[in-house]
């Protein structure tokens, strides 16, 4: 018992401290990017305010949203709280408020980023959105990754293996933005298989996006599926099974899946990560309304609070990943549990 406290200690640690210098980070660039969120000088069409605002309204939006702070106090702001004008006390990040968006009119981000419209469900939401485009890909990347890692590994010299192969280096040499724009090309403009703006309420609309976003992290598992199932085969007790004349399935299921399952799942968890990640792109390639896109328009306009929120969701979402895949492979492998051997005092 003692030892899942200290386990779960570590762990709640290791996450504020990580969540913590995700935020102190993001804030100091955020910061340091030139401009305001009134008078943005970036080249982008959409963060450029073109609205004449005298020097009285643009005191009166900084002071509502804590603006004509010094940083110090805007950072502790952010985290901890702080008092309104009319001298109410408001918890910050620690309490789960992510603040008023700029962009958005005041609007809390969490409002934003987790409230569908009315009448629909969480899954409406635009994390919702996101999630599922990602629970999506993730599904596209298990169930084509590992069976073709296994297919190539098992005939390594034959014609399927080098062809697969080959197809899997061309996935990971070209970047999503790319193959989403080849994507979009072929399918839209000269198979007329899919259709520039699509319906995301249509779910045959989301296959497109999903592959694009699962392309690169499902070539990365089926390379490192037909390694590892290629070094598990050259070991002496594989060799022993066959000679007992064990079938071909039975010492694929048993022997060689069961041993690999765990460093494939540790080789899975950055890849979720990734494909969380490649949500900046792919969303804005496609105009998906989901965080990921969200995140762009944010930086754009420099709305600081909506750019501290998701930066704060994006390494949470990471860490528990993590810990989620940590925790799977201490099931899968009790070896993983056992403490470590104590030298002699």
């Known amino acids: 018992m003692q030892t899942v406290f200290r386990f779960i200690f570590q762990k709640v640690l290791r996450l504020i401290a990580v969540l913590g210098g995700v935020v102190l980070v993001t804030f100091l660039l955020m910061h340091a990017i030139p401009g305001s969120p009134w008078n943005n000088f970036s080249p982008s069409a959409l963060a450029m ?3 004449s605002m005298d020097d009285s309204t643009l005191r009166e ?11 110090w106090r805007q950072f502790t702001r952010y985290i901890v709280g702080d008092w309104d004008g009319q001298g109410r006390f408001f918890c910050g990040a620690i309490c789960g408020n992510l603040g008023p968006s700029i962009s958005m009119g005041g609007r809390s981000v969490q409002d934003v980023l987790f409230k569908p419209a009315r009448g629909l469900g969480f899954w409406e939401s635009q994390f919702g959105y996101s999630l599922r485009l990602v629970l999506l890909g993730a599904a596209i990347v298990v169930g084509l990754g590992i069976p073709l890692g296994v297919r190539s590994a098992l005939r390594p010299n034959g014609l399927a293996s080098r062809i697969i192969s080959f197809g899997l280096v061309g996935l990971i040499s070209i970047p999503n933005f790319i193959l989403g724009l080849l994507a979009v090309v072929v399918l839209a403009a000269w198979l007329k298989l899919i ?6 309420h249509n779910p045959a609309h989301w296959i497109v996006p999903a592959l694009v976003l699962a392309a690169m992290p499902m070539a990365s598992l089926a390379r490192m599926t037909r390694a590892a199932i290629g070094a598990v085969l050259g070991e002496d007790y594989i060799r022993t099974a066959r000679a007992k004349g064990v079938p071909g399935a039975r010492v694929l299921r048993l022997h060689v899946m069961r041993n690999i399952l765990a460093p ?19 969303e804005n390639l496609y105009s998906f309304p989901g965080f990921g896109r969200q995140f762009w328009i944010a930086v754009l306009k420099l709305d600081y609070p ?7 969701i994006y390494a949470l979402a990471i860490e528990l990943v993590n810990l989620l895949v940590e925790m799977m492979c201490e099931v899968i492998d009790p070896r993983l549990r056992a403490d470590p051997p104590r030298g002699d005092v």
């Open 49 to 51: 305010v073109d609205v």
């Open 61 to 71: 939006l900084n002071r509502r949203f804590g603006l004509d702070l010094p940083m």
């Open 195 to 200: 259709t520039i703006l699509p319906d995301w």
């Open 264 to 282: 494939l799942i540790t080789y899975l968890g950055p890849l979720l990560v990734e494909m969380f990640t490649g949500l900046l792109v792919v």
């Open 306 to 312: 909506m750019i501290l929120g998701l930066a704060l």
